[in-house]
């Protein structure tokens, strides 16, 4: 089964059959990224805009990659420099936009479900590079195919991911697509962060930071989401890093585990520098990972025709 969708907004969406589809899609890409002339041209002629209402620096600067090496018309959209800051709306903002014969949007914006009210107003596809508490579906991605070159498989894997859970789109796009193909996942973080009701999602909440990490074959860490909390969760950074900081002596209870975060890391918080930079880290394979699955994500939308050249 390929992929017919007009958008990308969520992996809640998205059938086993499809997220695999992006994946081998996304390997392909990988490839290209490693050639002296990382160019195809694959979406000459079409026209990407990053729709950024929110600071970004690695989802942002690798969608602008991901088009550019695509051969497509990338342009970067602030908000602080729009006239969204003179009370223009938001679809009045995307209209003007879509008027200048835009073929994607890529969007990241500070409120749940901002992603698909654009994409229900629009003819241009739409990617959801992030939108509030709900989902980020390429981060997703690329976190499945970065496991799954360094696993060398996704179904039967267990993956834990520690820290704060419920103010993470991160951690509700990995929830979930990771089961859908196989992935066994442990939830571990404090009980202010993590979500009152997981019976929906299916996956395991682990008691201590000892049960979370014993076994697994991947271990992500979550940064806490200050920015979208209304008040802190925590007594204090440092008790935080006692008892939900992966450090060496918790990583010794599953040798084989690689490392992941999705950025920005608070060394010394939710993850040691020396873990972070540690050999079993694939914090950096992950962002190469993230242009793949990027110009995979563009290349599906723009167009499903065309052979990747």
Same mark, same amino acid.
């Given at each position: 089964?390929?992929?017919?969708?007009?958008?990308?907004? #969520?992996?809640?969406?998205?059938?086993?059959?499809?997220?695999?589809?992006?994946?081998?899609? @996304?390997?392909?890409?990988? /490839?290209?990224? =490693?050639?002296?002339?990382?160019? %195809?041209?694959?979406?000459? #002629?079409?026209?990407?805009?990053?729709?950024?209402?929110?600071?970004?620096?690695?989802?942002?600067?690798?969608?602008?990659?991901?088009?550019? $090496?695509?051969?497509?018309?990338? %342009?970067?959209?602030?908000?602080? @420099?729009?006239?969204?800051?003179?009370?223009?709306?938001?679809?009045?903002?995307?209209?003007?936009?879509? +008027?200048?014969?835009?073929?994607?949007?890529?969007?990241?914006?500070?409120?749940?479900?901002? *992603?698909?009210?654009?994409?229900?107003?629009?003819?241009?596809?739409? %990617?959801?590079?992030?939108?509030?508490?709900?989902? =980020?579906?390429?981060?997703?991605?690329?976190?499945?195919?970065?496991?799954?070159?360094?696993?060398?498989?996704?179904?039967?894997?267990?993956?834990?991911?520690?820290?704060?859970? &419920? =103010?993470? $789109?991160?951690?509700?796009?990995? !929830?979930? @697509?990771?089961?859908?193909?196989?992935?066994?996942?442990?939830?571990?973080?404090?009980? &202010?962060?993590?979500?009152?009701?997981?019976?929906?999602?299916?996956?395991?909440?682990?008691?201590?930071?000892?049960? +979370?990490?014993?076994? +697994?074959?991947?271990?992500?860490?979550?940064? !806490?989401?200050? /920015?979208?909390?209304?008040?802190?969760? !925590?007594?204090?950074?440092?008790?935080?890093?006692?008892?939900?900081?992966?450090?060496? +002596?918790?990583? $010794?209870?599953?040798?084989?585990?690689?490392?992941? =975060?999705? #950025?920005?890391?608070?060394?010394?918080?939710?993850?040691?520098?020396?873990?972070?930079?540690?050999?079993?880290? *694939?914090?950096?394979?992950? *962002?190469?990972?993230?242009?793949?699955?990027?110009?995979?994500?563009?290349? &599906?939308?723009? &167009? #499903?025709?065309?052979?990747?050249?």
């Amino acid at each position: 089964m390929s992929y017919s969708r007009k958008d990308l907004i #969520g992996m809640i969406d998205l059938s086993k059959e499809e997220i695999l589809h992006l994946l081998d899609t @996304a390997e392909k890409f990988r /490839e290209i990224n =490693h050639r002296d002339v990382k160019k %195809v041209p694959t979406l000459k #002629g079409k026209t990407v805009v990053n729709l950024f209402f929110e600071n970004s620096t690695r989802t942002r600067t690798s969608f602008e990659i991901a088009g550019k $090496r695509l051969s497509a018309d990338t %342009v970067n959209f602030s908000a602080s @420099a729009s006239s969204t800051a003179k009370g223009e709306t938001l679809i009045d903002t995307v209209h003007n936009i879509e +008027a200048m014969s835009t073929d994607i949007f890529v969007v990241r914006h500070a409120y749940s479900g901002a *992603v698909k009210f654009i994409a229900e107003n629009t003819k241009a596809s739409v %990617v959801n590079a992030g939108d509030g508490l709900n989902e =980020h579906p390429t981060q997703s991605l690329l976190d499945m195919l970065t496991i799954k070159q360094h696993k060398g498989r996704l179904e039967g894997l267990n993956v834990a991911i520690i820290g704060d859970i &419920t =103010h993470s $789109r991160v951690a509700r796009s990995n !929830i979930w @697509a990771m089961p859908r193909l196989g992935i066994n996942l442990r939830l571990f973080g404090p009980k &202010t962060m993590l979500p009152l009701c997981t019976d929906p999602f299916g996956v395991k909440i682990c008691g201590n930071m000892e049960e +979370a990490v014993e076994g +697994a074959d991947v271990i992500m860490t979550l940064r !806490i989401q200050r /920015e979208r909390q209304g008040k802190l969760l !925590i007594p204090s950074v440092k008790e935080y890093a006692r008892y939900f900081g992966l450090n060496a +002596a918790r990583l $010794r209870l599953s040798n084989n585990a690689i490392v992941m =975060h999705p #950025g920005p890391i608070n060394r010394g918080v939710e993850i040691s520098s020396e873990i972070a930079d540690c050999g079993q880290s *694939v914090i950096l394979p992950q *962002v190469e990972s993230g242009v793949a699955v990027r110009m995979a994500v563009l290349y &599906t939308l723009g &167009t #499903g025709q065309r052979g990747i050249e």
